[in-house]
């Protein structure tokens, strides 16, 4: 039997898990260069404490690792950071940071915030600029259609920019 496939006795093969960014560029929006801050500084502040304890334990262990891990991701982003502000544009195309909304097939009309990757959470409405409707909305204006995905296609209804509510 190979020994690559067996554990040796005490040796500890956990790993953190390691983002990685997108390789597309790292657009933020003041908001999300704020936030990409202060998880930095959180994560900082958790690795220097999870170092202090005195006992360590292999629990511990994992932690201070992914937090090194989460750290570094946090720096690299954050030194790739491009802030983009669009808050004070008036024109009709949408770019990043723009508020859009759009009228899907079933007639709702949904809002959407154009942000960057670290910022984006689709449950609330805050798309990846790069993610398939984002990207289709680009570069369009109210009164448009935007077709995206596998047979997709919403009707822009809206588009404004300026600080969130």
């Known amino acids: 039997m190979s020994r690559a496939f067996v554990k040796e006795d005490g040796a500890d093969s956990w ?3 390691k983002r990685q960014p997108s390789g597309r560029p790292n657009y933020v929006t003041p908001a999300g260069l ?5 998880e ?6 958790l690795r220097a404490e999870l170092i202090s304890r005195q006992r360590p334990d292999e629990a ?7 937090a090194e891990a989460d750290l570094a991701y ?9 802030l983009t502000d669009n808050s004070a544009y008036a024109g009709p195309d949408i770019k990043f940071g723009a508020r859009v909304g759009v009228r899907g097939a079933d ?20 798309l ?3 993610s398939p409707l984002a990207a289709a909305l680009l570069g369009r204006k109210a009164g448009e259609r935007a077709a995206f995905g596998r047979g997709g296609e919403v009707e822009i209804v809206s588009v404004s920019y300026g600080k969130p509510a």
């Open 15 to 17: 790993e953190p898990v």
């Open 34 to 38: 704020e936030a990409l801050r202060q």
């Open 40 to 45: 930095g500084q959180r994560l900082a502040a």
């Open 60 to 66: 511990r262990g994992h932690e201070l690792r992914q």
């Open 74 to 82: 946090y720096e690299g982003q954050l030194k790739s950071a491009r």
């Open 107 to 126: 007639g709702a009309v949904k809002e959407y915030l154009i942000v960057g990757e670290d910022e984006a959470d689709p449950a609330t409405g805050r």
């Open 128 to 130: 990846n600029w790069a």
